[in-house]
């Protein structure tokens, strides 16, 4: 039967350590639970996949949801997300980006057309990576729509890149089995890492623009 069962292990375990619509949705449909748990996910990345994949890994581990199942499920659910904001990129397109970003202050529109040109020589391989890096994962869609790249591509990019995100997480919780929720843990830390380098980045950027804007009215 391809569904976690009330009183299961996997329910008892996830009562403690997910919450509760995450366990709901398992409970009630298996393993397209998890998928939809994933896709809901991309959509609002606050929303723990290093809770929903290795929990699903965990239910599979006991016979109550078919690994495989577990897997495809996932993987589809990250597609559909992603797939989602993809198109919230293509409707918003260039034109309207470009006009937020002009009434932002510190930004500039020269900074927009080398985002894209940075996106039209490396966003293959952002999109594929972007995957398998926490936030990013969710938000990479966005620009992917707004630059059109091409449908097909962007959906096998991110299918092959889920797929090894999300395999990953499985099977570590599929080996781990009681175990599961020790992942998170790792995945805190790593997120933790990814967060702060972006923070400094960003950091980095305005000190960059205030301190040409100082020099530009000394000069003046």
């Not at 994933?38 to 929903?52: C, D, G, M, R, T």
């Not at 597609?79 to 980006?97: F, M």
């Not at 994962?137 to 995100?165: D, H, K, Q």
């Amino acid at each position: 039967m391809d569904h976690v069962t009330a009183g299961s292990p996997a329910r008892a375990m996830a009562d403690s350590s997910a919450p509760g619509w995450i366990d709901s949705l398992m409970d009630t449909l298996g393993a397209p639970g998890a998928g939809i748990a994933i896709a809901l996910e991309n959509l609002f990345p606050p929303l723990p996949s290093e809770v929903i994949l290795p929990l699903a890994g965990f239910a599979a581990s006991t016979g109550q949801m078919n690994l495989l199942a577990a897997l495809l499920w996932t993987t589809a659910g990250s597609v559909i997300g992603a797939l989602a904001l993809y198109g919230v990129g293509a409707l918003l397109g260039r034109d309207r980006t470009v006009a937020i970003a002009a009434r932002l202050p510190l930004v500039k529109v020269a900074d927009i057309e080398r985002t894209e040109a940075w996106f039209a020589r490396h966003g293959a391989k952002a999109v594929f990576f972007g995957r398998m890096i926490p936030i990013f994962r969710s938000l990479i869609s966005v620009p992917a729509g707004v630059e059109r790249m091409p449908l097909p591509v962007f959906l096998v990019l991110t299918a092959l890149g889920s797929a090894i995100w999300n395999t990953a997480f499985v099977m570590a919780g599929y080996a781990l089995g009681e175990r599961w929720d020790e992942v998170s843990g790792y995945v805190s830390a790593y997120s933790k890492v990814v967060l702060i380098a972006a923070v400094l980045a960003v950091l980095g950027f305005v000190a960059m623009r205030v301190l040409k804007r100082g020099t530009g009215v000394r000069r003046g």
